[in-house]
T-cell receptor, first 111, second 120 residues
Framework: SQQGEEDPQALSIQEGENATMNCSYK?????LQWYRQNSGRGLVHLIL?????REKHSGRLRVTLDTSKKSSSLLITASRAADTASYFC???????????FGQGTTLQVKP | GAVVSQHPSWVICKSGTSVKIECRSL??????MFWYRQFPKQSLMLMAT?????????EQGVEKDKFLINHASLTLSTLTVTSAHPEDSSFYIC????????????????FGAGTRLSVL
């Protein structure tokens, strides 16, 4: 069963605005990752945050992790039209390398 | 680096035929590859974990005789959808982990571009 739940399911913003997506999960994790998927394509890894980390940055991306609440957020600052895509969180809870993906947030950035 | 090639990108076949999808890691070795299925506007559902030189591990509810997985080398895994039927129509995506990656980076999966299967 899918572990991650994401909200919102869909988000539409203007270029230049910030976009925040949230992910909740159910069991303890080793790490949490965020991936991006352009329509009809494969996924691209964005960022990984370990269970003992609280915040991580990569360019315009900022990820937070609250293990007490079993939740994570992805913030994209100064969004661009090219950021339009679906964003998925994925949790790694085992030592098998299997990832459980959330339902995803579809982001539309209007130029 | 870390490029995964998936072929074909799109296939249309008649009901009852078998379809093979290839997943190759182009610039790294992958001891572990994963096969996912994705329905429109939904998340990825893990079908199986493919380990080089051993049998694939299938997720609950996935028919191993229906979805044959072979991982014959460190850079190639194949998924064969046998006797395909219209309900098998879907988007299939593979991913791979880099065998030589550092400890934490080993958890990152690199994805192919996906294969859209349409069974008539």
């Amino acid at each position: 069963s899918q572990q991650g739940e994401e909200d919102p399911q869909a988000l539409s913003i203007q270029e230049g605005e910030n976009a925040t997506m949230n992910c909740s999960y159910k069991t303890s994790i080793n790490n949490l990752q965020w991936y991006r998927q352009n329509s009809g394509r494969g996924l691209v890894h964005l960022i990984l945050i370990r269970s003992n980390e609280r915040e991580k940055h990569s360019g315009r991306l900022r990820v937070t992790l609250d293990t007490s609440k079993k939740s994570s957020s992805l913030l994209i600052t100064a969004s661009r039209a090219a950021d339009t895509a679906s964003y998925f969180c994925a949790t790694d809870s085992s030592n098998t390398g299997k990832l459980i993906f959330g339902q995803g947030t579809t982001l539309q950035v209007k130029p | 680096g870390a490029v995964v090639s998936q072929h074909p990108s799109w296939v249309i076949c008649k009901s009852g035929t078998s379809v093979k999808i290839e997943c190759r890691s182009l610039d790294f070795q992958a001891t572990t590859m994963f096969w996912y299925r994705q329905f429109p506007k939904q998340s990825l559902m893990l079908m199986a974990t493919s380990n080089e030189g051993s049998k694939a591990t299938y997720e609950q509810g996935v028919e191993k005789d229906k979805f044959l997985i072979n991982h014959a080398s460190l850079t190639l895994s194949t998924l064969t959808v046998t006797s395909a039927h219209p309900e098998d129509s879907s988007f299939y995506i593979c991913s791979a982990r880099d065998r030589e990656a550092s400890a934490i980076a080993k958890n990152i999966q690199y994805f192919g571009a996906g294969t859209r299967l349409s069974v008539l």
